[in-house]
């Protein structure tokens, strides 16, 4: 069965500080991983995708990784700011077809002043 | 970039009424469409999956007569909650396949629609 595990499941952090969520995923056949950024009462906003021949991709202050050797996943978010605070969602979607996304649950960041 | 817009985003409806959300892919066309449905505090959940100008495929356990799903056009879908009930009150949110960017994953999501039914 197609799972995607993230953690922490909530977080809290000062501003300024840096932060890393995990996500590991059974997902198979591996296609693609995302990361997106959900506010409160929002749509998912994508941050980055990554392809299995891909290891780190930025945006901005955020950057994600890849080991698709064992499916493992990070978010890392430097100098966080006030409006980081948000549910960070990965999504692993599977070779076999384009509606094939499996979602975690998202962790919650909370970025204090 | 790719925008979909989703309205209302916020609706509260009685109980035994229909409600009926558009989801339209603004700068894009979107061959296919999907409706999730996201409780609090937990992930997206896929209810249908709807191509423009055929029936929808629904996922095991969402009652296809309950939420229609209709896909006319390549910019437009739209979700009713027919009968509604308070237990159908969720966050709805739709999301776009860009049809020309299918080689980069292309997805994008609405804003969502928060339904209270009283």
């Known amino acids: 069965k197609n799972q995607v595990e993230q953690s922490p499941q909530s977080l809290i952090i000062l501003e300024g500080k840096n932060c890393t969520l995990q996500c590991n995923y059974t997902v198979s056949p591996f296609s693609n991983l995302r990361w997106y950024k959900q506010d409160t009462g929002r749509g998912p906003v994508s941050l980055t995708i990554?392809?299995?021949?891909?290891n780190t991709k930025s945006n901005g202050r955020y950057t994600a990784t890849l080991d698709a050797d064992t499916k493992q996943s990070s978010l890392h978010i430097t100098a966080s700011q006030l409006s980081d605070s948000a549910s960070y969602i990965c999504?692993?979607?599977?070779?076999?077809?384009?509606?094939?996304?499996?979602f975690g649950k998202g962790t919650m960041l909370l970025v204090s002043p | 970039g790719a925008v979909v817009s989703q309205h209302p985003s916020w609706v509260i409806c009685k109980s035994g009424t229909s409600v009926k959300i558009e989801c339209r892919s603004l700068?894009?066309?979107?061959?296919?469409m999907f409706w999730y449905r996201q409780f609090p505090k937990q992930s997206l959940m896929l209810m249908a999956t709807?191509?423009?100008?055929?029936?929808?495929?629904?996922e095991q356990g969402v009652e296809k007569d309950k939420f229609l799903i209709n896909h006319a056009s390549l910019t437009l879908s739209t979700l009713t909650v027919t009968s509604a009930h308070p237990e159908d009150s969720s966050f709805y949110i739709c999301?776009?396949?860009?049809?020309?960017?299918?080689?980069?994953?292309?997805?994008?999501f609405g804003s969502g629609t928060r339904l209270t039914v009283v």
């Open positions: 990554m392809t299995f021949s891909e």
């Open positions: 999504v692993v979607s599977a070779r076999s077809g384009y509606s094939t996304l499996t």
């Open positions: 999301s776009a396949r860009d049809r020309d960017r299918v080689a980069n994953y292309g997805y994008t």
């Open positions: 700068d894009f066309q979107a061959t296919t």
């Open positions: 709807s191509n423009e100008g055929s029936k929808a495929t629904y």
